[in-house]
């Protein structure tokens, strides 16, 4: 009886030290709210249907702020692009046209700036230097769109690469729209 008595009381207390800690630390960070990712996901620009599955309002997700939403989709992109660029390296070495070696190796090359933009990104994010983290996310969709237009010159087209690319680009833009309509204090875009 009185192990019971003492387990309620300190499971009693873990709640109420749970609820300190959550609500002291709302104050300082919110939390994103379904409404929220709806708004996201329909703004002009964001590939709704893919912004809906990514940003699907899990535990997880809803744990995160919009920084940490920012951070969750970088994150996402950085595993993404490093696992293409394996694919990429590969096709640049097997190609058995010597113009199309040349034209993945150059994806390969964007490919490896758009890892390091990440890399600045996350940091600027961390910084809370957002102009900082708009030039990295810029930076990154740019290296995407020049490969693929590297891409599109290659006979039949490498639509799995392609695709990728797409992908990738959404997210650029969704972590954009997050930015500058969410993020930032002084909203560049509404
Ligand atoms: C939007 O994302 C989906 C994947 O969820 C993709 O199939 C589709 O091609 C994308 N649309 C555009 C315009 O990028
Ligand atoms: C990259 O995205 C594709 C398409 O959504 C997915 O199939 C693949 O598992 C992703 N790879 C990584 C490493 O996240
Ligand atoms: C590239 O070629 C090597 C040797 O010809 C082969 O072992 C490997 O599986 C190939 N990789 C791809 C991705 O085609």
New binding site residues.
Partial sequence: MVAHVNKSFSLGLIVVLGLFVVSSYARFSMMVTKDEIHAICTKKGVNSSLCFEILKPTPEILALDFSGLIKFLIN?ES??V???LNQLKLFAENTTSTDYRSTYRECVQLYEMAVDDFDTSLKALAAKDYDGLNLGIGASLTEMDTCEDDLLTINPLPHFFIK?GT?IKNLCSINLVILECFLREKKILS
């Fill in positions: 996402y595993r993404n490093s696992d293409t990728r992908l």
